[in-house]
């Protein structure tokens, strides 16, 4: 008879031949006599992975994983590196191809523009995931960013001189040795300056930093600002915000946050000072994830900052009224019902990502703070990310758009409540969430499958909140054709995981991944005037 310490080891070994197995059958068979097929070869030690890595549903190939824990042995896999890998399937050869030529802005056409408009025009390789920008001191100049994995592996940025009505086209260089730039984010200065970061990725050693470019041209032409990140190699979906204030004391100054390894980071510039030299850790013991977060400024320079955090499924705030210089300690304002990642049928493959979009104004005695996210619905049956619905379109379960606020500077929370729930079996995720900083009018998109009894083509909604968040105007729809990213020839990143939204002066621009009529990914945009 088996002892219980003999059933414990043979159970073990047991597991371990079944990973190495599982494993792997994994590895992608990569082109012959390239670097990549040398590196998959290279990196074959499977022992250096985990046996619950067999569940964890992240799609990354078991080599890659391993040539990850080379170098980093401990702490949670970037999301990023769903991006390298794509990147190294495109190019075998593993170095990164010449940089494309940029596209001016055009003169202006006189034909009536339509209310959809193709940011990035006609490309050759899918684009997707993007951030949008108007320039406050100026706002006929609107800056986008979006990833290029495929194509050039650079971020791509548009911009523009007349109010969208068309675009220039240019891309951030390479500096030392990056191969790849994921993670889009841009923004503007007052003194006209145009600024984008982004995750940039060495293949060899894998390494992810947060790279910072300026640009004194509207968005032509780029150069290196900074690495905020300093000597961290994990950095993993950043997010930023310039402080526009004409009021606030800490006009100008840049932050940025992010996830690496297991915390949150911030750093800020100052202007005249530029970037602090080393970034600083702003979460505590409560948190151990952070990844999904996002930072805002009101008219006072006061700095909020937020994050989801899967351990507890809790949502983390801070503060600071010092320009960043110290924070407080991060406490919960609110919940989430599932956890990092989870599958609907219009994002099957590339999973919907729960982050948090944030914004900030100040009303009168009001200081409002507002976050919006996607979500399990919380119904019966829906409320742990094991129920979400997966490919199964007829699932009870679906995902909504929830947020909360403070009207008192963050003291005080509201209720976590849902913006629009419709009885539908449809899928709301990727919200931004942006505030009108001249009228304080709030404004929403999201993609919604609400109008595809299939669950698998969406359009852009947009929503509005003239009342401080208490309530929302009925859903508009923003596209003038729905997107299907499960169909054949769709690429594997399918919308990325987030949108851009930015407004002022009673105008907003929403931009968005858009693959109308079958062509590959193209980053899409439309005027949404305030007509109160």
């Given at each position: ?45 499977f022992?250096?992975l ?44 593993l ?21 959809n ?7 050759p ?50 500096v ?17 300056t ?43 979906k ?59 400024t009101?008219?006072?320079?006061h ?12 949502i ?52 409002l ?29 679906k ?21 629009n729930d ?11 969430l ?9 404004a ?37 054709q ?51």
């Amino acid at each position: 008879m088996r002892t219980p310490f003999l059933t414990a080891i043979l159970l073990l070994l047991l597991a371990c031949a079944a990973l190495t197995t599982a494993l792997a059958g994994s590895i992608e068979d990569a082109e012959p006599r390239t670097a990549l097929e040398r590196l998959v070869a290279e990196n074959q030690d499977f022992s250096r992975l985990e046996p619950g890595e067999l569940r964890d549903g992240l799609p990354v190939p078991a080599w890659l994983r391993v040539l990850w824990r080379r170098d980093h042995p401990d702490g949670p896999y970037p999301l990023l590196l769903k991006e390298v890998h794509e990147w190294m399937l495109a190019h075998p050869d593993l170095v990164p191809p010449e940089e494309p030529e940029p596209i001016p802005v055009p003169a202006r056409r006189k034909a009536r523009i339509g209310a959809n408009r193709r940011v990035s025009g006609p490309w050759p390789d899918p684009i997707n995931e993007s951030d949008v920008q108007i320039d406050r001191w100026n706002p006929k100049r609107i800056l986008v960013a979006s990833n290029d994995i495929k194509g050039s592996g650079r971020l791509a940025v548009f911009y523009s001189k007349d109010g969208g009505a068309t675009w220039g086209r240019s891309f951030l260089p390479f500096v030392e040795n990056d191969s790849i730039h994921a993670d889009p984010t841009v923004d503007w200065s007052s003194d006209g300056t145009a600024w984008a970061t982004t995750a940039a990725v060495e293949v060899t050693p894998l390494a992810l930093r947060l790279r910072v470019y300026r640009s004194s041209d509207g968005g032509a032409t780029w150069k290196l600002d900074d690495t905020p990140s300093g000597a961290q190699g994990r950095v993993d979906k950043q997010m930023t915000w310039m402080d526009h204030s004409r009021t606030s004391p800490y006009r100008d100054t840049f932050y940025a946050i992010w996830r690496d390894r297991n915390g949150v980071f911030m750093n800020r510039r100052v202007p005249g000072k530029g970037w602090a030299a080393m970034p600083v850790q702003v979460n505590g013991p409560e948190s151990v994830d952070g990844l999904g977060c996002d930072v805002t400024t009101n008219a006072k320079g006061h700095v909020f900052a937020l994050w989801p955090e899967p351990e507890n499924r809790k949502i983390l705030f801070i503060q600071s009224k010092n320009g960043g210089a110290t924070w407080t300690a991060p406490r919960s304002i609110g919940s989430t019902w599932g956890i990092y990642q989870m599958i609907v049928p219009a994002v099957a493959e590339r999973k919907m990502l729960i982050y948090l979009s944030a914004g900030a104004y100040v009303r009168g005695k009001k200081s409002l703070i507002y976050a919006a996210w996607a979500d399990l619905s919380g119904a019966p049956g829906c409320r742990v990310r094991e129920d979400a619905p997966g490919e199964n379109v007829a699932s009870a379960c679906k995902t909504r758009i929830w947020f909360l606020r403070s009207a008192d500077g963050g003291s005080t929370w509201s209720a976590p409540r849902k913006v629009n729930d419709p009885a539908a079996k449809s899928d709301q995720f990727a919200p931004a969430l942006a505030v009108d900083e001249t009228t304080g009018a709030l404004a929403l998109i999201y993609y919604d499958t609400v109008a595809d009894p299939g669950r698998k083509k969406t359009h852009v909604y947009y929503q509005a909140s003239y009342d401080d968040g208490v309530t929302w105007t009925k859903p508009l729809r923003v596209t003038t054709q729905p997107t299907d990213e499960t169909r054949e020839g769709s690429d594997a990143r399918q919308y990325g995981d987030y949108n851009g939204l930015s407004g002022y002066a009673g105008q907003f621009f929403p931009t968005w991944t858009d693959r109308r009529a079958s062509s590959p990914e193209e980053i899409w945009t439309a005027t949404v005037r305030d007509i109160r």
